[in-house]
């Protein structure tokens, strides 16, 4: 079994196992250039050459193709389905006795803690996160019915932290829908407590939910505006200089996918470093990772996307992530340090920081198209050594 997103000349070099391609080419008819053209991904081809390979690999043409996405029954009982219906609603009886605001918030900051710094944050939170939902959903419910405003305001800056998390969960495991979902239901209940640092908080996560849908130019004026909100807004300090130096960092990555390189680098030096050299230390402001550290990562983030692989290798050679509060993020620096090395060609140092990725995230290697992709090219373009250790990565990842 192989991976459905592996792409056809992956399955074909993988069905061809230690068989050698010019023998493989040569009883198909084709020439073992053309055939490495095919597995590398350079050429696509046709039907009856497609027939002809599976027939000498010895499997169907339909394992050569991607295979079809599972049924709406069979996806059903999924861990993310499970969350996504307790999100809907689908949760206690009404009549239940609601669990507190204190316990609740104890749970949603233990599945924070986890969700930024564990190796298997996926599969904890899958665990996790059901219930928790469950119990917070019912608990807002029965709040705002009832008439003790006190628990009522707690209940929902509980639910406005857990909305956020979900955010971030269901972002990373490709339902941006509902995280779009999540991240409105984080602004109401912030809005509802009124709590500024939390509303700007759940600005924030906004902003990363139409960065996730491809809306960049929105996403930066969303953060550019809250920003504003924040500066004026009843923010106790340093909180306040965080808060806003995470919104313009959503600000930053906006003008860097829309490819306004200038504009980026102007802002991360103008309005993102000053705010992180007056919080001095990386905090982690309503989860934010803001920082010093968060500002340097972003600055390799611009020059990756830039194409400027070279200058961004140079600013990651100084840059320490192992104080940062969240894995996420220190794997995501590692993940384009990784995507600059394959830039430039350089295999071996791609590689390495894959594998190096692996220790520390497994589960975010496995599940992050851009890790998936690069350890593909790797397979394709790397020495022989290089490339066996890629097959066997890209085995333990699921890709085959």
Not at 174 to 185: K, N, P
Not at 209 to 228: D, F, I, K, N, T
């Amino acid at each position: 079994m192989v991976a459905a997103d592996l792409p056809i000349g992956d399955r074909i070099r993988h069905y061809r196992g230690g068989r050698r391609q010019d023998a493989i080419a040569g009883l198909v008819g084709i020439s073992p250039d053309y055939l490495s053209q095919i597995e590398r991904g350079i050429k696509v081809p046709s039907l009856p050459i497609l027939y002809a390979l599976a027939q000498e690999l010895g499997v169907p043409a339909a394992a050569l193709l991607s295979e079809q996405p599972p049924t709406v029954e069979e996806a059903s009982g999924t861990t993310d389905t499970a969350v996504g219906r307790a999100l809907l609603g689908y949760g206690p009886p009404r009549g239940t006795e609601p669990v507190r605001a204190g316990a609740l918030r104890d749970r949603v900051k233990a599945a924070w803690r986890s969700w930024q710094a564990d190796g298997d944050r996926f599969t904890k939170a899958a665990e996790t996160l059901p219930g928790l939902v469950a119990d917070v959903e019912h608990a807002v419910r029965t709040a705002r019915a009832g008439s003790d405003v006190v628990e009522r305001r707690a209940v929902l800056r509980v639910a406005a932290d857990l909305y956020c998390l979900l955010r971030s969960y269901l972002r990373r495991t490709g339902r941006v829908e509902l995280a779009t979902l999540a991240a409105d239901r984080a602004m109401r209940a912030a809005e509802d407590a009124d709590d500024p640092l939390r509303i700007a908080a759940a600005q924030w996560n906004l902003g990363h939910v139409l960065l996730a849908a491809g809306q960049p130019g929105e996403a930066e004026e969303l953060a550019l505006h809250a920003a504003e909100q924040v500066a004026a807004a009843r923010i106790a300090e340093p909180e306040r200089t965080a808060m806003g130096g995470a919104l313009q960092l959503v600000a930053v990555v906006g003008a860097a996918r829309r490819r306004r390189w200038w504009e980026a680098r102007e802002r991360l030096t103008k309005h993102a470093a000053p705010a992180a050299r007056a919080v001095a230390d990386d905090t982690n402001v309503a989860w934010t990772v803001f920082g010093p550290t968060n500002v340097a990562v972003h600055a390799v983030s611009i020059e990756m996307e830039a194409g400027e692989s070279g200058e961004a290798l140079h600013t990651a050679d100084a840059i320490d992530t192992s104080g940062l509060p969240s894995l996420e993020r220190e794997f995501t620096f590692g993940l384009e340090v990784a995507a600059c090395h394959s830039q430039r060609r350089d295999d071996a140092a791609a590689l390495l920081a894959l594998l190096s990725l692996e220790a520390i995230a497994p589960e975010d290697l496995a599940r992050t198209p851009l890790a998936r992709q690069l350890v593909l090219t790797v397979i394709r373009r790397a020495r022989a050594m290089h490339a066996r250790q890629a097959e066997q990565l890209a085995v333990r990842i699921g890709l085959v």
